[in-house]
């Protein structure tokens, strides 16, 4: 039997507080979609060294240690730890497409990636995701933190309507007229 | 005073702090219900604003939080990572991502999440994000114009509303609070079965007003720069507390000794501090005593810190507002610059200025000349500037 959710409110406590001691410890918060940079960093220097000396994109401090000894890349592997045990622990481990009942599995995983490749464009241009740009900027009171924000779930909200299929079934005859 | 980094918390051990952050953030997003697409997705059509609830209050004890640190000095605010503002990147870039989130289903953090639970449309979208910061990327030199459009540094709310983070506080706490009450009344008409429905309201009625308690509690504890600066200004507070006086004669003494314990502070600005200044001398306005910026010097507990100013009140403001801040074996120098000009630099010129007895005398006259000599050598010396070190961070690096 899966375990109920956490209340949120709790969680946003817990959430909060977690945040606040990484601010303390370590002067900043915390993140996700910057771990894409580094690990393509890595994976470009180590592939084709000369285009990613080439390409500011790829440059890192220091220079010479690896990308992927970053903040963020041991704070996402922490991030799966985490999440897995969680899951151990709320028996909500399995290997399964998520998806509602009227969307086929094809479907939902091509506009998964789609999705995530949409999120990787947009966190490189923000400077950082839901977590590092929004949650953690909102936490320091940063305008460029706030103003993604609200970006990101202006745009949500506004395309939400026009995907609602890809979440929502089609209302069915029989449950009368159609919801607006 | 945090952040602990980088000098309490070397930058190898960051990265275990790095790794125990993440187990904790993984965990309660997982928690909280984070790794389902389809729950976080309830978000956008009404259905289920758990995401809202737990984001909001996480930003919103964090943000009271910070102010509450930093209000009790145990913060040092002015060198956390602030996400840097640029206008056209920050808008275009949380638009794509809003379009990623209601097609895909998750958020970075999130699908990370959703992977370690085994949802392959996580995983899908953990490669697709790999994509696609590849494809901007490989696109990056020529989008640099855009990415670095529209830059206004470190701006943060109490910035642009001219307003202290405390007042930001409560806003953004009232903020949630109508945003908690609005949507919950949306999900138990869309969703009647939905989250809210199991919630006890007067419980969360009373969270709410406890919240806006905290919060406007805090924002009295703000500005704790003012609040120090009044203390040491406060006249009962001098009485109790003096301040260790040093004389002109001392440090004359200890500069032509060439004492490596004395520390000469002075907290002129820069431009009267260029004009003139004490030989080994070095400048710091008293606003930036605060933080960490010169902690290095200042914490220095062996050293003899000595404030000079034009004149002693000012002087002696410093040093009790240094020693307000926890730095020890701090004094002031008795009669300002003023008094030393005239006691020891102008001793031939000045023959009524007395001197106490006939030693001090024989030794003003002495050393009168090699002082004016090593302040003629020091010439018009520019203040060091130091300017806080942020801390790096943000998702960009």
């Known amino acids: ?180 | 005073m945090g952040p602990l980094v980088p000098e309490i918390i070397t930058d190898e051990l960051n990265l275990i702090v790095a790794l125990l952050v993440g187990v904790a953030f993984g965990f309660i997003l997982e928690q909280a219900g984070f790794s389902s697409s389809r729950k976080l997705t309830g978000l956008f059509y009404g259905i289920d604003f758990t995401v809202l609830r737990v984001f909001f209050t996480a930003g919103v004890t964090a943000m009271i939080g910070i102010v509450l640190l930093n209000g009790l000095g145990l913060l040092d605010t002015s060198v956390i990572y602030i996400n840097p503002m640029f206008v056209t990147s920050a808008l275009l870039g949380g638009a794509i991502m809003g379009l990623g989130f209601v097609l895909g289903g998750y958020c970075p953090g999130t699908s990370f999440c959703g992977a370690a639970v085994g949802r392959i449309d996580a995983m899908l979208f953990v490669l697709g994000g790999l994509v696609g910061a590849f494809a901007f990327g490989e696109a990056f030199p020529s989008l640099q114009a855009i990415y670095t459009a529209r830059g206004l540094g470190d701006l943060t709310l109490p910035g642009v509303f001219g307003v202290s983070p405390g007042v930001v506080a409560v806003a953004i706490t009232i903020v949630a609070i109508g945003a908690f009450v609005a949507t919950g009344r949306i999900e138990r008409r869309v969703n009647p079965d939905g989250p809210v429905s199991r919630f006890p309201v007067s419980r969360h009625r009373m969270a709410a007003v406890a919240l806006v308690v905290v919060s406007v509690l805090v924002a009295r504890l703000d500005r704790p720069e003012a609040r120090l600066l009044a203390t040491a200004t406060d006249r009962a507070y001098a009485q109790a507390h003096p301040v260790r006086m040093v004389t002109a004669d001392e440090v004359a003494f200890r500069i032509l000794d060439d004492d490596p314990r004395l520390q000469v502070i002075d907290t002129r600005d820069a431009a009267a501090f260029t004009a003139f200044g004490l030989p080994r001398a070095i400048n710091i306005p008293a606003r930036d005593l605060f933080g960490k910026t010169w902690r290095d010097i200042l914490g220095r507990e062996r050293d003899l810190k000595v404030f000079v100013a034009d004149d002693e009140g000012e002087a002696v403001t410093a040093a009790r507002l240094a020693t307000l801040l926890g730095y020890e074996n701090v004094a002031a120098l008795q009669g300002g610059l003023g008094g030393f000009r005239s006691e020891i630099l102008g001793v031939t010129a000045h023959a009524s200025v007395a001197a106490p007895n006939a030693e001090t005398l024989d030794f003003r006259r002495a050393a009168a000349p090699k002082l004016t000599a090593l302040i003629a050598a020091r010439g018009a010396a520019k203040p060091v500037v130091r300017t806080a070190k942020k801390v790096a961070g943000g998702c960009g690096v």
């Not at chain 1, 220097?45 to 963020?72: C, G, I, M, R």
């Not at chain 1, 704070?75 to 045990?85: K, Q, T």
């Not at chain 1, 950082?128 to 900027?137: E, H, I, R, V, Y």
Request: charged fraction near 10%; include cysteine; glycine fraction near 12%.
């Open chain 1, 1 to 180: 039997m899966r375990a109920p959710y956490m209340n949120p409110y709790l969680a946003g406590v817990l959430l909060g507080t977690l945040l606040l001691v990484t601010v303390f410890i370590t002067g900043r918060g915390l993140g996700a979609s910057g771990a894409y940079r580094s690990t393509l960093s890595a994976a470009v220097e180590t592939v084709a060294p000369q285009h990613a000396a080439a390409n500011p994109f790829y440059a890192h401090s220091p220079v010479d240690t690896s990308p992927l000894k970053s903040w963020l890349v041991f704070e996402l592997i922490g991030v799966v730890i985490g999440a897995f045990l969680s899951g151990v622990i709320a028996n909500r481990l399995e290997f399964v497409t998520e998806r509602p009942r009227h969307v086929t599995a094809r479907r939902r995983l091509i506009m998964a990636t789609l999705g995530g490749a949409l999120f990787g464009i947009g966190a490189q241009f923000a400077r950082g995701c839901t977590s590092g740009a929004a949650l953690s900027g909102m936490a320091v009171m940063s305008a460029g933190g706030i103003v993604t924000m609200l970006a990101i779930f202006g745009s949500a909200y506004a395309s939400a309507y026009f995907v609602r299929r890809l979440w929502i079934p089609a209302p069915e005859a029989s449950h009368g007229p159609a919801r607006s």
